[in-house]
């Protein structure tokens, strides 16, 4: 930091490749390890973090818990991640340098190495980690596969970023002679709003389904399912994708249509996509104003999101259950939908669940009817409180509304005004 005026800013912009840094701990450090230290950080250099098994695993020798115990007792730059001292990782600045270091030769071995790595962790359960190394690897069948086997767990888990990243450097052709990966992105491609090419993907994975059901017991070439038990689905699935794409583009016959061949085509068991189904249907009989056609689907709908074990989704359904309730005037059913749905909420561990704020939004507009404003006035307070990350985007809309209407009922007019004039106002914004 000698002869710098903006020292803070030095210090922000520090990094291992900066010239004093890299001299001192090359030369001071590095190089004055002994021969199998330097072979140990070289080859556990790209580890998140470092345990003596998982490196054992990746160096192919034993004793690297010992070694990891010495590293750390000579303060080489090795931090501890828990109280027990079996998880640690190098410092930032020290793994920098140590990557500098590996030569055209050690960046091939990098490669068998992140594999090691990979099929450490997948013996271990933790496929996310075994993911990231075999793509890391460069060892895309492997990564596929792996894919495909975790896919439907995080889509549950409301993990599709996640996927859809690992599905931008994973070749197409990859996952194009896949059929069970193909229709569990074209999920993942569906939730995140990105419905440009899923038709073309649809019926590639219709092709590849068609090729496996008459090949009978054997796998045809050039086709391969690494999750089985997911084939079943497959049909189902993709009139599931197919319903949702026709009503983003607004054809609602057509979406009636795919979503009941669902009902058909599904097994009894899979509940997600019978529920995906049926709360399509719901949205379809709703924007047609056949309130209790849609009421009866939106009831199946989150019942089977439930038995599926989709609880972030259950809340969605459960939203447009309770509105659906409130617009026929079934307030105490519509309490009681939004009261259980906070109660699902409740159960789970933070972060809190997207579309709470939204079921609190409900509540209030369910106790104003019933005319209990001073409690409608703290689930409205609720909503605000828990911010943007537990709302769904419509909630906005609707808590201006339900704010505007309780500044009426409680007397003041013109607050009443002045909401609907903002809420007006944001939401012509947001449309242009």
């Known amino acids: 930091m000698e002869g710098r005026e903006d020292v803070a800013g030095f210090i922000a912009e520090f990094a291992g490749t900066d010239r004093y840094v890299f001299d001192y701990l090359v030369e001071e450090v590095l190089q004055r390890q002994p021969e199998t230290v330097r072979e140990f950080l070289l080859e556990t250099c790209f580890l998140d973090r470092l345990s003596g098994p998982l490196c054992d695993a990746v160096t192919g020798r034993s004793g690297s818990r010992e070694t990891l115990d010495v590293l750390y007792r000579a303060n080489l730059f090795l931090v501890p991640l828990d109280e027990r001292c079996e998880w640690y990782r190098y410092h930032h600045l020290f793994a920098d340098v140590l990557e500098t270091q590996l030569d055209a030769a050690a960046r091939d071995r990098l490669r068998a190495l992140h594999r090691r790595a990979s099929d450490w962790y997948e013996a271990r359960g933790e496929r996310t980690e075994a993911v990231r190394h075999a793509l890391a690897a460069e060892d895309f069948e492997r990564a596929a596969e792996l894919i495909e086997l975790a896919i439907f767990g995080m889509q549950r888990m409301r993990q599709e970023l996640t996927i859809r990243t690992w599905m931008g450097t994973l070749p197409d052709a990859a996952v194009r002679r896949r059929p069970v990966l193909g229709i569990g992105l074209a999920g993942v491609l569906a939730s995140v709003g ?239």
């Open 194 to 432: 990105e419905f440009e090419g899923l038709e073309e993907r649809l019926r590639e994975v219709e092709r590849g389904f068609a090729a496996i059901t008459a090949a009978g017991d054997t796998m045809p070439e050039g086709i391969a399912v690494a999750d089985l038990a997911q084939l079943p689905r497959v049909p189902g699935l993709v009139e599931l994708y197919r319903a949702a794409l026709s009503q983003v583009r607004g054809d609602m016959a057509a979406g009636v249509r795919h979503a009941e061949r669902v009902l058909e085509l599904a097994p009894p068991d899979d509940h997600l996509a019978r529920a995906a189904a049926a709360s399509l249907l719901g949205i379809a009989y709703w924007s047609e104003g056949k309130l209790e056609l849609a009421r009866a689907r939106w009831t199946e709908g989150r019942d089977g999101l439930m038995r599926a074990g989709h609880v972030a989704d259950t809340l969605g359904a459960s939203i447009a259950l309770g509105d659906i309730n409130l617009a026929l005037g079934r307030l105490r059913e519509a309490a009681h939908i939004f009261e259980y749905a906070l109660e699902v909420s409740a159960a789970q561990r933070s972060p809190v669940l997207r579309g709470t704020a939204d079921i609190h939004t409900g509540l209030a507009l369910v106790l104003r009817e019933q005319n209990d404003l001073e409690a409608a006035r703290r689930h409205l307070l609720a909503s605000a409180e828990l911010g943007e990350g537990a709302r769904l985007p419509q909630n906005p809309y609707r808590w201006w509304v339900a704010d505007a209407l309780l500044r009426q009922d409680e007397g003041d007019l013109d607050g009443a005004r002045a909401v609907i004039c903002v809420d007006t106002w944001r939401s012509h914004r947001s449309r242009n």
